[in-house]
């Protein structure tokens, strides 16, 4: 999409006001679109049905002096449109990109970022769980990895079971091509806890970069206090259950309190979906709520972990929310609880 000069500063020109129509975004690539959100503040929503180049939102933080990215995203052709958006914005130089955790959809496009010489910002923990979970993965044979939940598949007599399980055995395919496919480049600015939060000065705009660990080890998110504006990486899901599969569900409940007491100026760009407000952040926790309510009461009446998995029923307020992989989200729930 190429931009004439009206168009180009109309999206820059800033908020709408109410009957105005919204001003066109800055870029459109279709899977992802970049918009402004305030001063300085523009953010990268992703639109995975056009396209896995974004698969997480990120965004662009533009001061006088500096400009900070966030998220490497799933492909570098993720991470090169916010090069450009940067590009376009401000002729600052680029002081880094910020993974917000360790997770292949936000980490996966930072070749790219490496390729341009930028620096990558990470949680401390986060080249570790990298190789762990995705480094040390290829070249290992993924037939044989994905042999024993085939053959659970195929015993499988119950239909919704059955169903749980297929979803399981496609994240599964689809992180493993996604390992194969990928030149993995591991962040090279790690952030260790004395460091955190991090203020930082872009300019007439200052970013603190925080750690609050519940979605995995490595959370960080980004918060820009004059502007009232949070990216929140996966610390909050819009209108989808959770990946919990490395998450410490009640540390991570008591983070969506912390979310709920920033009050109703403050705008959410979740990892993925749209920006939000205090509304979703108290739908994750009734969520949540749910979640551990239902495997306390199954836990009381003696069911076995398994068995609980397979018990929990969606309340009907949730029947519209994703679940991606049961085992990934509900299932890794559950276990978090049981633990």
Partial sequence: MELNRRQFCTALAGPVLAGQSPP?????RGFAR?????DGVYVTIADPSKGSQCLSNGGILVGRE???LVEGHFQPAGAALEIEAAGMLSKAPILGAVNTHFHLDHTFGNQRYADRRIPIMAHQSAPAL??????DLKGVDKAALMMPLRRKIAGTADALEKKRLESDLAADEWMYQAIDATTITYPTELLSADQLPKKIDLGGLTVVIESYLGHTPTDLMIRIPDRDVVFTGDLLFYRDYPVAIDADMRAWRKILDMFNGYGRKMRFVPGHGPVCGIEVVREQMDLM????????????????????????TVPARFHGFDDFSWRMTIGAAIEGYYR
Avoid: C
């Fill in 130 to 135: 990298m190789k762990k979970q995705y480094g």
């Fill in 66 to 68: 500096r400009t900070l």
């Fill in 34 to 38: 970049v918009s402004k959100l305030a």
């Fill in 24 to 28: 066109p975004p800055l870029i459109d």
């Fill in 289 to 312: 709520d749910d979640l551990q309510s239902q495997a306390e009461n199954m836990k009381r009446a003696g069911v076995v972990l398994e068995e609980a998995k397979r018990r929990y």
